[in-house]
């Protein structure tokens, strides 16, 4: 659906993949059929900013999986657009490129925005290795000069991302395919991963309202269900170590998140 959601997403159809099973051991109703891409089948169906549709038996179901989609009342944390194909990769499909193997497989891109800010996500399945570059995000909105990049399999591994230094993105297959955030620099030095370590969709509208920046410090105001308790990551300036810090929603359903040297404080609203 990487081609096919760009014509959806111009009209005003949301995508779908259709359903999925969220469990490798599972056998249904058709056959001996198993689920063995069930992370890409969630992650597909998350990026799509569709319906994401488990459809296990009772009682089969990877719960820390599916959650990986959304809030705990079940409100979808996706993107502001679908995941589509890269523009590189349409143009290697199309001949118009010297380096043929850039249209190998599905290389995705979309983003989600935050008070003029973009975090910016990439997906890569089937592909040949390559370097994605700044310029690869070049036609979206609000891309700055500066930001910081990790896979999600290693949240703690953060890289620069800029015009100079890319994402090197191996060799991918359907179970062992590469999901990279890319995050901007605030204008104090301070980035924001959001909930990288346990959502596909680290900073989403669906989570986050406002983010507001000062110079020493920022805010974030934050979404959630009473009880639910979120995790959250930052990386102080010139710094590339994440920080983890969690806060519970209490009745009002909505926080007002401090960082600062001082690390992070929840402040109810």
């Known amino acids: 659906i990487g081609l096919s959601s760009m014509f959806a997403h111009a009209i005003g159809v949301r995508p779908t993949k259709d359903n999925f099973w969220s469990t490798r051991a599972e056998r249904g109703r058709y056959g001996n059929d198993t689920e063995t891409r069930n992370r890409m089948q969630s992650l597909v169906s998350t990026l799509s900013t569709g319906p994401v549709a488990p459809s296990d038996d009772i009682g089969g179901s990877d719960v820390d999986l599916i959650m990986r989609s959304c809030r705990q009342d079940g409100k979808l944390l996706q993107p502001d657009r679908p995941a589509v194909l890269s523009q590189r990769t349409i143009l290697a499909r199309a001949g118009l490129s010297d380096t043929p193997s850039d249209g190998d497989g599905e290389v995705w891109g979309t983003m989600s925005t935050l008070s003029d800010l973009s975090w910016h996500y990439i997906v890569a399945i089937d592909s040949s290795a390559r370097n994605f570059t700044a310029d690869d995000l070049a036609g979206n909105e609000n891309v700055v000069s500066e930001m910081r990049a990790w896979e999600s399999n290693n ?8 015009s100079t230094r890319p ?18 620099v605030l204008s104090n030095g301070y980035v924001f991963m959001g909930e990288a370590d346990t959502k596909w969709v680290a900073v989403s509208q669906d989570r986050f309202s406002e983010i507001v920046v000062y110079p020493d410090m920022f805010y974030i ?8 308790e979120i995790t959250m990551l930052y990386l102080e300036p010139d710094q590339l170590t994440p920080i983890a810090f969690k806060c519970t929603f209490n009745e009002s359903s909505t926080l007002k998140v401090k960082i600062a040297s001082s690390g992070g404080m929840c402040m109810e609203m």
């Open 155 to 162: 949240t703690k591994s953060v890289q620069s991302f800029d």
């Open 167 to 184: 994402i090197h993105i191996p060799d991918t297959d359907e179970y062992n395919f590469n999901f990279w955030t890319a995050a901007p």
């Open 221 to 228: 105001t934050a979404e959630g269900y009473p009880g639910e």
